[in-house]
């Protein structure tokens, strides 16, 4: 009996079928901040996020595509506690996790639900794929890369005040003029609305790079004038500490 059971419960999970993309939109928008987004809001952003991908051509979706769901959900919030960050992904969220200070854009609406999520729409067709979608550099058009080109313009946008940027330290070129925070971020920052740009160099044991390097120093030339540019080496192991102890307080990390 218990292997007649056993066998049902096995062939029902294995049976089920994943949950559609849209079910996936829908569920990870209720969960991002039940208080903030109403359950109707999170089934008007769907209609108003899949206008821009589905039934073209998955190479012929320019950012502008996004602009209507940039719209939708204005970046209305702390524009002083912005984290850019770039091939640091994980220390990063790991340390924005606590909540307390920084803000990624992967801890806004648009950022949390389609974080680690692959979509596409086909000629002809009113559906969303997510398989065989086109790469990240299969073609600039593609409808994920144009959604974090587009969103990441947005959230570069609304910064202000004293601007933050994780970058990666055990790397030769840490700020990457291909990467999104170098092609797409670093350029909107304005001055005055922005006033500094806080580099947090985040280093290891072996690292090969300091604030010295010389990408770093493309950073500051591509600097609207009148931003002020600072560089702090901080240790992973450092970042960890910080992300895991609750009584270091937020800003006491460096
Ligand atoms: P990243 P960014 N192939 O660590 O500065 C596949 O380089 O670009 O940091 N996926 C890619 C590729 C690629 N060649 N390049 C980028 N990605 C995707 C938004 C992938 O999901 C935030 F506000 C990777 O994990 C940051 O300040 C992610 O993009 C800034 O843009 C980050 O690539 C980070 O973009």
């Given amino acids: 009996l218990l292997v007649v059971i056993l066998a049902l419960v096995l062939g029902l999970t294995l049976g089920q079928k994943a949950p559609t993309f849209k079910a996936t939109f829908i569920a990870k928008c209720k969960a991002f901040n039940a208080s903030m987004v109403h359950e109707d809001d999170c089934e008007k952003l769907w209609g108003v996020f899949e206008q821009a991908y589905v039934g073209r051509d998955p190479c ?10 940039i719209a939708a959900v204005p970046f209305k919030l702390e524009c002083k506690r912005m984290m850019f960050w770039s091939k ?7 340390f924005t996790k606590k909540g307390d200070c920084f803000l990624t854009l992967e801890n806004t609406l648009l950022g949390s639900v389609l974080d680690g999520l692959t979509w596409c729409g086909k000629k002809g067709s009113s559906e ?3 398989t065989s979608c086109p790469g990240w550099d299969d073609c600039v ?55 500094s740009l806080n580099v947090v160099l985040v280093t290891q044991a072996n690292s090969v790079t300091n604030c010295t390097n010389a990408s ?27 992300s895991s102890n609750k ?3 937020c800003g006491a990390c460096w």
């Avoid at 012929?60 to 769901?69: F, R, S, T």
């Avoid at 770093?216 to 910080?242: F, H, M, P, W």
Wanted: contains cysteine.
């Fill in 88 to 94: 640091s992904k994980d220390v990063v969220h790991e």
């Fill in 128 to 130: 969303t794929f997510t």
């Fill in 141 to 195: 058009n593609n409808p994920v890369r144009s959604f974090w080109n587009r969103v990441s313009a947005a959230f570069a946008d609304a910064a202000c005040g004293d601007v933050s940027a994780m970058l990666n330290g055990s790397i030769a070129t840490p700020f990457n003029p291909t990467s999104v925070f170098a092609s797409i971020e670093v350029k909107r920052f304005k001055y005055p609305r922005v006033k």
């Fill in 60 to 69: 012929e979706v320019p950012m502008e595509a996004y602009d209507p769901l």
């Fill in 216 to 242: 770093l120093k493309d950073l500051q030339k591509e600097l609207d004038q009148g931003i002020t540019y600072n560089c702090k080496e901080v240790s992973e192991a450092r970042l960890e500490e910080c």
């Fill in 247 to 249: 009584t270091i307080p």
